[in-house]
């Protein structure tokens, strides 16, 4: 039996008192483990027909060859996030098709996998379902009780017929589909279709209107190209760190690390390119977007699968360098360009202004998905780099 999101250990004790000759148990959190070592008087974890991996759920799917007579889907995220309006990211890669389909084929034939849910809104629970058949390949077996699902996905021809009732489970139906699934592009489970939430796009039209309102009254002089240049270099610069915080929740799950090494990337490559244009830049060059757009375009293209089955060092080291490798040829394009500048105030308020968008664009991923936000960040530095040329034109003639 394999166990994603095992937690304290009840479904491997529980696997065990079944009669399972073995259980492969995956849980990201190695604290929860040990509380359970200490505090559980069954300690399942120190059976030893039990193996603990430290690993997230994706990645441990990603990397094994096994095949499991049962594949089951614990308790990986809060559960109770029913509300967008809530402190919690909405988006997460462990409750998508595609990491069902992946978890499926885990799976021998004559097997099943198991994915239990508590709590939720009704469509909620007839979207986990939709999933389930979307992966698998076929309609799952769904049993419900108040408050809570069950969903089994067999493998192979039953037996016999499923039972319609279990203990307080009964068997139940889907119902309609008239709800957008969660994908790896479209990781939104707790949404119950595409679109920026009213309140979110409410709040967020307010902020930006203010942003750029302040900042205009402050300059006391119109937009020209310049600002565009420095506007989408912050759009782009803002979008793109956003928006691999979520990316990278899939190589290591959704939790505060991937913050972390996240933004420690990031801010290593703008202090790297900051040296090298005080040490080595004196002018600007237009041909430092080729190597911006090269790093852009590998992070597209590079499956996201390939760095998600390396082993945990070598993808940190993924974020650390590649991830934030378009951010050290922008910010020496930025830094020369700044210098070259006769108001640079003025031209780091634009570049604000649109770090500032660019931040906000990055709720645009709840009516898009993710590639959609990857094409955006490509175009605000194409923006940038059209702005440069007519800027340095305008200098010229001038």
Known sequence: MLVLGAGGGMDVETALLNGASHVDAVEIDPTIPGLSNRLNAAAPYLDPRVTLHIDDGRAFLQRTTDRFDLVAFGFLDSQALF?????????????????????????????????????????????????????TGAPPLVYLKPGALAIVARKGVPARPPPQVIGPWTLSVAGERAIALATDDWPYLYLERRGVPTDYAIVIGLMAALSVLAVAALRGRGFGSADGHFFFLGWGFLLLQTKAIGDCSLYFGGTWPVTTVVITGVLLMVLLA???????????????YAPLFVALLALFVVPRELILALPLGLRVAWTLVAVPLPVFFAGLIFSTTLRASDNPSALFGANLIGATLGGFSEYLGMWAGSHALGCLVLAAYVASLLCTLRWTRIGRAG
């Open 83 to 135: 509300s967008y309006g809530a402190n919690v990211r909405l988006d997460g890669y462990i409750y998508t098709v595609e990491s069902f389909r992946q978890a499926f084929s885990r799976v021998r034939e004559g097997g099943a996998m198991a994915v239990w849910f508590v709590g939720g809104r009704e469509w909620l629970m007839r979207k986990l379902a939709h999933m389930v058949g979307e992966a």
């Open 274 to 288: 900051n040296g090298v244009a005080r040490r080595f830049l004196q002018t600007f060059n237009a041909w430092w």
